[in-house]
């Protein structure tokens, strides 16, 4: 018997650990929003994403990416007092799956330039159906969920606070912005807080409405000319955001 409960608790611990979970709440400085994950379809791509869920890499991270009309991306930094922004610890790249089509609502993973495989941790939500580049640059960026309920509200408000460069401030002046020796305080950055699994049933995406990649047959090496969609939801932001940071922050953009 005591090894059979042995058992049992053992297999309970490592179920809450491996959870292949469907609907997860992102709890930000700035309201709460759920996204219904595609496990099922993009298996790799949301076991990579629940491995930082699970071990708390997203917790305190910060929205470091905003253009308004096209997306909102997180889950590569945290603020630990100074910029530039501290990365967080990655694991190893995810393989690539494009199924999914880039339109309103979705959720995607973000990636290095011509790297079809490099998705780490970092993902990006789609604020408008950005599905004729983003299905057919650099492989394809994977759309690995959908934000439900009421939770675009939140996002189209964060997409809205003011920003300097792309990156959204609360409360942050024009002027502190140009100024190279003012740095913003943790409560000017849109926070991540955590994010919870709410439902590990891994069917509940059965009922969702999805858009297939149809595109994705037309891929094309060279990356999108315009200058918002041409990092693609970040494939070269980070290390820009970086070096803009540690000069001080680009002119406010509104």
Not at 112 to 132: C, G, H, M, R
Request: aromatic letters at 8%; proline letters at 4%; hydrophobic letters at 40%.
């Amino acid at each position: 018997m005591f090894k059979l409960n042995t058992l049992l608790l053992a297999s309970a611990m490592l179920g809450s650990v491996t959870a292949n979970a469907t609907i997860v709440e992102f709890q930000t400085s700035h309201g709460s929003f759920q996204v219904n994950l595609y496990d099922q379809s993009t298996p790799k791509t949301v076991e990579n994403f629940l491995q930082y869920v699970n071990n708390e890499r997203y917790s305190d991270t910060v929205i470091h990416r905003v253009i308004p009309e096209f997306v909102v991306q997180g889950g590569g930094f945290t603020y630990e007092g100074k910029v530039p922004l501290d990365a967080i610890e990655t694991y190893n790249a995810v393989e690539n799956e494009p199924k999914w089509s880039n339109v309103k609502g979705t959720i995607a993973m973000a990636k290095v330039a011509y790297k079809p495989d490099s998705a780490t941790s970092q993902w990006f939500i789609n604020l408008e159906d950005n599905s004729s580049n983003l299905d057919v640059e650099n492989g394809g960026y994977t759309v690995f969920g959908q934000v439900i309920g009421d939770g675009m509200e939140v996002l189209e408000a964060i997409a809205q606070i003011p920003r300097c460069g792309n990156v959204p401030l609360v409360n942050f002046t024009d002027e502190q912005c140009k100024d190279t020796e003012t740095d913003p305080g943790a409560a000017n950055f849109v926070t991540l807080n955590a994010i919870t699994v709410l439902d590990d049933d891994p069917n509940s995406a059965a009922g969702l409405t999805q858009k297939a990649n149809t595109l994705i047959d037309q891929v094309t090496d060279k990356p999108s000319t315009d200058q918002d969609s041409g990092s693609s939801g970040g494939s070269m932001f980070a290390g820009l955001f970086l070096l803009a940071a540690a000069l001080g922050f680009r002119r406010r953009v509104k």
